[in-house]
């Protein structure tokens, strides 16, 4: 007997919105499938008002509300039993969250729930890594996002340690990321991984998924420490528009990717690893899987 559910995750992040809906897929004697059905992502810069002006903007309140409608209109049609919306590091520091968090309530019926940094961590460590990871070798998950970056030691199949920095691309697209926070990043790093003889990372968020995906690789393949080198090197060359016309880059995606890479290759560096594999995986999945497991609450449609 074939069960199938649909599932919504929203995602409210420093840099952009995302509603993922997946399907669930459930068979007698089988194990229980998480199949991505849609996703959509509305590059509501949340993190440029929140860490310079420790707000959201009236502009981008508005922006938010008609996303969250419109997320609330294709939920229902989409016929979702479950969705968990979580908002990250923007809305942690705003100082205007629980207004906006009413009002989108009010207007659009989703219910927010702010998270803070080792939650979202732990979201993230609960999706299906065992499908892309060798349970035998020892990895440091990075996952950078706008506000935030969540490190997680991974070895032999379980997570071992988590931490989460302001260390994000907005962030540091707007330079309010203080030397001593990198040499809090890289002494973490360093202390966590020195143990292991060999290291690798799990990088997640959707600027190492976009490198990924132009770099051609099958999926359980890495990208060497040499090609990100290069590629961010290749970045820097370019000015924003021509990232933007020559290398095909979304507007929102051609300013936050050169942070981004910084991020990635400095964890690199400080660990050791000559390696960075790509799942595609993030906080939305992590709340699909996390909903379905009954490990964080949600609300029924």
């Not at 961590?121 to 060798?134: E, G, K, R, V, Y």
């Not at 979304?250 to 660990?271: C, E, F, G, H």
Request: hydrophobic share 40%.
């Amino acid at each position: 007997m074939l069960k199938i559910q649909k599932y919504a995750a929203i995602d409210i992040g420093s840099n952009a919105v995302r509603l993922l809906i997946s399907n669930i897929i459930e068979e007698e004697g089988q194990s229980v499938i998480f199949k991505k059905n849609s996703l959509v992502r509305v590059p509501i810069r949340l993190g440029a008002d929140v860490f310079l002006k420790g707000e959201i903007s009236d502009y981008n309140q508005e922006r938010m509300i008609d996303t969250m409608k419109a997320f609330s209109l294709i939920i229902k049609s989409h016929g979702v039993t479950r969705y968990k919306a979580c908002a990250t590091s923007a809305m942690r520091e705003a100082r205007n969250s629980a207004e906006l968090s009413e009002k989108v309530a009010e207007s659009s019926g989703i219910n927010i729930e702010i998270i803070d940094g080792e939650e979202e961590a732990a979201i993230i460590a609960a999706t299906d890594l065992h499908s892309f990871i060798n349970p035998n070798k020892t990895y440091l998950y990075v996952d950078v996002g706008g506000g935030s970056t969540e490190f997680s030691i991974i070895h032999n199949g379980t997570k071992i340690k988590s931490k989460s920095f302001k260390i994000g691309t907005v962030r540091l697209l707007n330079d309010i990321v203080s030397n001593d926070t990198w040499r809090e990043v890289e002494a973490w790093i360093k202390e966590n991984t020195k143990y292991y003889e060999k290291i690798a990372l799990l990088g997640s968020g959707g600027n190492i998924n976009k490198i990924f995906k132009i770099s051609g690789k099958n999926i359980n393949k890495p990208l060497t420490y040499f090609y990100l080198t290069n590629y961010y090197k290749m970045l820097q060359n370019y000015s924003y528009e021509e990232r933007i016309t020559k290398l095909n880059l979304n507007q929102d995606r051609a300013d936050v990717i050169i942070p981004a890479t910084r991020v990635y290759l400095s964890a690199m560096k400080w660990s050791g690893a000559k390696d960075i594999y790509v799942p595609k995986i993030g906080l939305s999945d992590g709340i699909i899987k996390s909903m379905y497991y009954e490990t964080v609450s949600s609300v029924n449609v």
